[in-house]
Nanobody
Framework: EVQLQASGGGLVQAGGSLRLSCAASGFTFDDYTIGWFRQAPGKEREGVAS????????YYAHYVKGRFTISSDNAKNTVYLQMNSLKPEDTAVYYC???????????????????WGKGTQVTVSS
């Protein structure tokens, strides 16, 4: 059974940093792409970043590029999202998701992924 557990959310002031973690189990980690998505109240879900585990290829949405970094620790089956220079508009519930690496990172961020974990709340105060 595929399981994804996101953690690390919290309350931070604008300009601050947080690191989210996504612990994965139940599938062959190297064969998958892991993505981070977010959904703010009253807004549609949007893709944030993705990483293809087997070669570390990453993709970022333009609104986080240069501020967020996605990485993986393959020994721990864990993906991280380091979020720096946070803005109030980054406030959302953040979800990690997974799918087989059949498509590009941009494809997944646009269309979503097959497996989803429960979210973690990130709140950025102004």
């Amino acid at each position: 059974e595929v399981q994804l557990q996101a953690s690390g959310g919290g309350l931070v002031q604008a300009g601050g940093s947080l690191r989210l973690s996504c612990a994965a189990s139940g599938f062959t980690f190297d064969d998958y792409t892991i993505g981070w998505f977010r959904q703010a109240p009253g807004k549609e879900r949007e893709g944030v970043a993705s990483i293809r585990i087997r070669d570390g290829k990453t993709y970022y949405a333009h609104y986080v590029k240069g501020r967020f970094t996605i990485s993986s620790d393959n020994a721990k089956n864990t993906v991280y999202l380091q979020m720096n220079s946070l803005k109030p508009e980054d406030t959302a519930v953040y979800y990690c998701a997974a799918d087989g690496s059949y498509y590009s990172g941009s494809y997944f961020l646009d269309r979503g992924m097959r497996y989803w974990g429960k979210g973690t709340q990130v709140t950025v105060s102004s």
